[in-house]
């Protein structure tokens, strides 16, 4: 009923940047909080960057100041505005949800997209 459909990403130069977008479809109402997860090859997943739907946001060490997170709360969309974009970077970046309410239900658990993947050449 609820999917997270994550887009933007792709093969760019060191020092570039991408915009990803991840929408969440279904009979949604709310969407407490919504962010970012990346794996790269040979890591574990982690946090990237997340923002509640009052604005307060969280990021990770590595990524703070030259990534931005933002949200359209009509259409449901989280984004993520990468700058001077580093090898170390190259990861499958994940969509998360979590607090979902839908016309039916209101989930303790959380939603994930299947991920984009951003490869950064040097």
């Known amino acids: 009923q609820v999917q997270l459909v994550e887009s933007g990403g792709g093969l760019v130069q060191a020092g570039e940047s991408l915009r990803l977008s991840c929408e969440a479809t279904?009979?949604?109402?709310?969407?407490?909080?919504m962010g970012w997860y990346r794996q790269a090859p040979g890591k574990e997943r982690e946090l990237v960057a997340i923002?509640?739907?009052?604005?307060?946001?969280n990021y990770a060490d590595s990524v703070r100041g030259r990534f931005t997170i933002s949200r359209d709360y009509t259409k449901n969309t989280v984004y993520l505005q990468m700058d001077s974009l580093k090898s170390e970077d190259t990861a499958v970046y994940y969509c998360?949800?979590?607090?979902?309410?839908?016309?039916?239900?209101?989930?303790?658990?959380?939603?994930w997209g299947k991920g984009t993947l951003v490869t950064v050449s040097s």
């Open positions: 998360n949800s979590v607090g979902v309410w839908t016309s039916t239900d209101l989930y303790a658990e959380a939603f």
């Open positions: 923002m509640s739907r009052g604005g307060s946001t």
């Open positions: 279904g009979s949604i109402i709310n969407l407490n909080v």
